[in-house]
């Protein structure tokens, strides 16, 4: 089975699952592994099963049949290209096989992978919340200096530099998770498209997320950093709900926000006074 008919008989979600543990982001369940093994083991085998070469066997014997003419000594007996042929025979036989073979162990795989909103809520919501529970437990020891350049960790005490050094992995298990989540949930999003709702729940009005540029008030500005470390380590001290939605639950945030009914404009005034 080639590549390109692996990605479309697996799914780019699948194949983001599977990426993500065997790079040790996630941990997959037991099932799910065995499948994926055996697929990859049929792959395996058929590329290390060798054919012979039963036309260069074919070519000899007729140079033996040649030559036993020329010398008139009787047809040399095909023995060797019979063997060959056959093994050819067989070849051909079992690449038949493991073809059919990892078609069916795919179909394993696909069977063993749940649906992505489970995969979210079962596997990679536990995963990421437990890496955001360690690293909140380092910058709550350590302070928010974790989420700085290397520099200000190696100038300190060598439990923060190694603090920091556990930091920065649980930040790439995080951004693994993430990309993860982002590839699992993006195909079914109806309403939050833009992902205003993948990371936390709380509204773009709040003042935790925006703050007011000095230069023009009517103009806001995101004070969150866009390096990663620096990035985890602004949310875990922002007091915002960290979160990992599925997609249901983060469209349903989304509406949630923003495709409530617009109030009464009468009952605004009135509440405010002016009615």
Do not use: C
Not at 10 to 16: C, E, I, M, V
Not at 89 to 106: D, F
Not at 137 to 161: C, K, M, N, Q, Y
Not at 199 to 217: I, Q
């Amino acid at each position: 089975m080639n590549q390109t008919l692996y990605r479309a008989e697996l799914g780019l979600s699948s194949q983001a699952l599977i990426s993500a543990g065997k790079a040790g982001v996630l941990e997959l369940p037991a099932q799910i592994n065995a499948a994926v093994g055996a697929f990859e083991r049929a792959g395996a085998a058929r590329h290390a099963h060798q054919s012979v070469d039963l036309e260069a066997a074919r070519s000899k014997y007729a140079d033996e049949v040649a030559e036993s003419l020329r010398r008139d000594t009787g047809l040399p007996p095909a023995k060797t290209v019979e063997k060959v042929a056959a093994q050819a025979q067989s070849h051909e036989e079992t690449q038949r096989a493991l073809v059919a073979a990892e078609i069916m162990l795919i179909g394993e795989v696909r069977a063993s992978i749940p649906p992505a909103d489970e995969v979210v809520s079962g596997l990679v919501r536990p995963a990421m919340l437990a890496a955001y529970d360690e690293a909140r437990t380092l910058i709550a020891r350590h302070g928010a200096v974790l989420g700085e350049a290397a520099d200000a960790a190696i100038s300190g005490p060598p439990a923060l530099a190694s603090a920091w050094t556990a930091f920065g992995i649980l930040v790439s298990r995080i951004s693994g998770l993430r990309d993860l989540h982002h590839r699992l949930t993006a195909p079914s999003l109806t309403m939050d498209t833009t992902g205003a709702f993948a990371t936390w729940t709380e509204p773009p009005t709040d003042d935790r997320l925006w703050g007011r540029s000095p230069v023009r008030l009517a103009e806001r500005w995101r004070p969150w950093p866009s390096d990663s470390r620096a990035f985890t380590a602004w949310l875990l001290r922002s007091g915002l709900t960290v979160w990992v939605p599925t997609a249901e639950e983060q469209d349903a945030r989304h509406a949630d926000v923003f495709a409530a009914p617009s109030p009464n404009p009468d009952a605004l005034l009135t509440a405010v006074g002016f009615a």
